[in-house]
């Protein structure tokens, strides 16, 4: 479980640039519960998974993952129970070393590093099995370095060793956006498996409300650093991009003028 | 030509600089931290052996506090750039020039003769070799023994962190990864290794001295890049095999270039010819890639 109460925090405090990014964030994520985050450019979503992450540090309120309180806490410290895959297929992975060494970074997540031989015999079945998964012939590659992959087989490595280690959370931060249609398609379809398989707790943020409602068993929209609505059960079946729309309009008196969201 | 005892002279110290370049490859290279201690550290471990040495230490403990000294060097260097966020380049800049000030408080005095005391090469002059033999057979072992060390350590799952952390530090620490951390040990490791080179230099010359740490990373680079350009450093064991050539090749060259009389070149050429040299290795591997490409196409 994963709970995040009153959270505030402000870029750029005391200039002409300052920009209160969170303004009392509070969410509570229950086990094994898969939340699609919402919200137009600059509602804080980016900036909230950064600090649920550990990225920044927040000015005030509270970061609680399984009982233990990590606000303070920086990334490194909270990788044992935070798992991430990033927006940028390049982000997630080093692509100077190769793809058995960069699972093997993934599969010590959190965890003492010593002066064994990181790549252990013992780790292979475990990385054939899982890369061939994703059936794209990879379990054969473990040698190449991660560079010569794509970016949609890149991210699909990325998740798969976000995934390699347990986690409290599994933080997605719009990890299909920069990939061509077809691709993305694939990686939400391997992100579904992967968390339905492992009963995985999720927060995945996405530009796109049709996306946000066809996938995972809950829905929260952030504007202006709050959550307004959050929606899950049976409120949330049925329900399309349009009513998404009414519901927020009629939350805060506004209308979306955010064209990314209604196309997306 | 060269001749015998000017081949294994360059040899002997292209060897040593064979330890910068590793030093250098670590921080270049593996944390992309551009680290200039190495022109402090160098002279730093000289100094420290020396003085250990003519207070009747042994060479080899005397070489062991050497390689700690820079170790210490370089972990206040990346000290300042973690923790108090001083950009990584002045950092060690600060450090260097603080290590000159150091290193005369080390000695005592601007230089200190080692000619008549016993250093780690001492004992090798008894086996029979050709006295310009004696150091190139040693450094050839101590090369190889840190080839080995640095090679597991860099396949180690500490090692892959380090690489992770020079590579992408954002991927590293949502590893688990505390990259500051990885940081301080590679540049200590890095300048640990320019430490031993230094130590080893002044055993090897027959004296420590405070200016001798001037353009050793120049060298280094030098040696680094040059190497590169010969072997391709596509692999941990060939980045290594690159800085140990790529040290001897361009110490070769530079015999080569000041005892070929037809060139006329004379020792205060030295530093135009390295900035030649430096300039051809960066150059020439793209005029490769860009000739080959022409081949090919003609071909297609």
């Known amino acids: 479980m994963i709970s995040a109460s009153d959270l505030r925090l402000t870029f750029g405090k005391g200039t002409p640039l300052e920009n209160p990014a969170l303004r009392g964030m509070s969410l509570t994520v229950n086990q094994g519960e898969f939340v699609t985050v919402i919200g137009s450019n600059g509602a804080g979503k980016s900036t909230f998974l950064n600090a649920l992450a550990g990225e920044v540090l927040v000015d005030s309120g509270e970061i609680i993952v399984d009982n233990t309180d990590v606000t303070k806490l920086p990334t490194h410290k909270r990788a044992n129970r935070v798992a991430r895959v990033f927006q940028d297929p390049l982000a997630g992975t080093c692509e100077g070393l190769s793809i058995e060494e960069n699972l093997a970074l993934a599969i010590k997540r959190g965890q003492r590093r010593g002066l064994t031989t990181a790549v252990k015999k013992q780790y292979m079945e475990k990385f054939r099995e899982s890369?061939?998964?994703?059936?794209?012939?990879l379990e054969n590659r473990l040698g190449d370095k991660m560079g010569l992959l794509s970016g949609g087989q890149r991210q699909a490595v990325s998740l798969l060793m976000a995934s390699l280690t347990p986690s409290s959370i599994l933080l997605l931060d719009e990890h299909t956006a920069a990939l061509d249609p077809k691709t993305a398609a694939f990686v939400l379809e391997l992100t579904q498996k992967i968390i339905e398989e492992q009963k995985l707790t999720a927060l995945m943020v996405t530009h796109s409300m049709k996306q946000?409602?066809?996938?995972?068993?809950?829905?929260?929209?952030?504007?202006?650093?709050?959550?307004?609505?959050?929606?899950?059960?049976?409120?949330?079946?049925?329900?399309?991009?349009?009513?998404?729309?009414?519901?927020?309009?009629?939350?805060r008196g506004l209308s979306v003028d955010d064209d990314s969201l209604l196309l997306g | 030509m060269l001749s015998e005892i000017a081949f294994y002279g360059a040899v002997e110290t292209g060897l040593i600089y064979g330890l910068v370049a590793f030093g250098i490859y670590i921080s270049f290279r593996v944390l992309d931290f551009p680290d200039l201690t190495v022109d402090g550290s160098f002279p730093l471990g000289a100094a420290v052996a020396a003085i250990l040495i003519i207070n009747g230490w042994n060479p080899w403990i005397a070489t062991g506090a050497a390689v700690l000294a820079g170790m210490a060097a370089g972990a206040v260097t990346a000290i300042l750039n973690v923790k108090l966020n001083i950009l990584n380049l002045l950092a060690s800049i600060l450090t260097m020039i603080a290590l000159y000030s150091v290193n005369l408080r080390v000695m005592g005095r601007p230089n200190v003769a080692l000619l008549t005391e016993d250093t780690v090469l001492t004992p090798w002059y008894d086996l029979g070799l050709a006295y310009h033999q004696v150091p190139v057979v040693l450094f050839i072992l101590v090369v190889i023994v840190a080839f080995i060390l640095l090679w597991r350590f860099m396949k180690s799952e500490t090692g892959l962190a380090m690489r992770a952390t020079g590579a992408n530090a954002r991927m590293a620490r949502a590893q688990g990864i505390a990259t500051g951390g990885m940081i301080i040990l590679g540049v200590a490791l890095s300048n640990g290794l320019v430490g031993l080179a230094g130590a080893l230099f002044a055993q090897s010359q027959g004296a420590a001295d405070v200016t001798m740490g001037v353009g050793v990373i120049v060298i280094g680079l030098a040696s680094l890049i040059g190497g590169e350009a010969v072997i391709t450093p596509s692999?941990?064991?060939?980045?290594?095999?690159?800085?140990?050539?790529?040290a001897i090749i361009y110490r070769l060259a530079i015999a080569f270039a000041l005892n070929a009389d037809v060139l006329g070149l004379q020792a205060q050429d030295l530093n135009l010819i390295t900035a030649v040299l430096v300039t051809l290795a960066i150059v020439l591997p793209g005029v490769r890639t860009s000739v080959m490409g022409k081949l090919s196409r003609k071909k297609a």
Do not use: N, P, Y
């Open chain 1, 131 to 137: 890369l061939s998964s994703l059936k794209l012939g």
């Open chain 1, 212 to 251: 946000a409602l066809e996938v995972g068993s809950r829905t929260v929209m952030l504007h202006q650093g709050q959550v307004v609505f959050d929606i899950a059960g049976q409120e949330r079946e049925g329900l399309e991009v349009k009513d998404l729309l009414g519901l927020f309009e009629k939350q």
């Open chain 2, 235 to 246: 692999s941990v064991v060939r980045a290594l095999l690159a800085c140990v050539f790529g």
